[in-house]
């Protein structure tokens, strides 16, 4: 990868860290606000921030999956296309290779020269390009679908590790929340 792109990356990383940053004092100094006065206003901007929190949620998912689809279906193409090509090279000189050996001899040579030579090389390219597509066609059904398997794997994995993290974030947030009221109320009943 590029220097630029990884530090692309990066800025783009620390860009959400300081969102998802923004959105939690934001949160948080609201919450704080409210338990020591009660404010419409102000209960409604953090159901705002509550909203506007899951739909940058919402938001990150999509382009994460559209991203991740095209990435599948552009490395998907490339491999199929570079195996292929790869691979139909190497069976099509095979092929001619042992079809010419076996079907054109001495006595295929002496008729080539005299009459039937366009008629056995239209049979030829007619049988090689069947055997070329049918095996063609049977190795990338194959490789498609190894590589399908792979990449939902992968997909599925990344999906459970962002949803166990979004979880522990939520659930040490709750706590964080739940210790902060505890704590006030502690020191309340200590004033009063």
């Known amino acids: ?3 630029s792109t990884l530090s692309g990356r990066f800025r783009g990383r620390e860009t959400q860290f300081h969102i998802e940053l923004l959105y939690g004092a934001l949160f948080i100094a609201g919450f704080a606000y409210l338990v020591f006065r009660v404010d419409p206003r102000v209960a409604a901007f953090e159901g705002g921030l509550v909203v506007g929190y899951l739909l940058r949620i919402w938001e990150k998912m999509s382009i994460y999956e ?3 689809e095209e990435a599948v279906s552009r490395e998907a193409e490339t491999q199929v296309e570079a195996e292929v090509e790869e691979q139909v090279g190497r069976e099509v000189e095979e092929q001619v290779e042992a079809t010419v050996d076996e079907q054109v001899g001495e006595e295929v040579e002496e008729r080539v020269e005299a009459t039937v ?5 239209e049979r030829v390219d007619e049988r090689l390009d069947q055997e070329v597509q049918e095996r063609v066609d049977e190795q990338v059904q194959e490789q498609i679908d190894e590589e399908v398997q792979e990449r939902v794997d992968e997909e599925v994995q990344e999906q459970i590790d962002e949803e166990v993290q979004e979880r522990v974030d939520r659930r040490v947030e709750e706590r964080v929340e739940a210790e902060i009221e ?3 109320g502690a020191s309340g009943d200590e004033d009063a």
Not at 117 to 121: A, K, L, N, T
Request: proline share 7%.
């Open 182 to 184: 505890e704590r006030d």
């Open 66 to 68: 559209r991203i991740l």
């Open 1 to 3: 990868m590029a220097p």
């Open 117 to 121: 030579g366009e008629e056995v090389q």
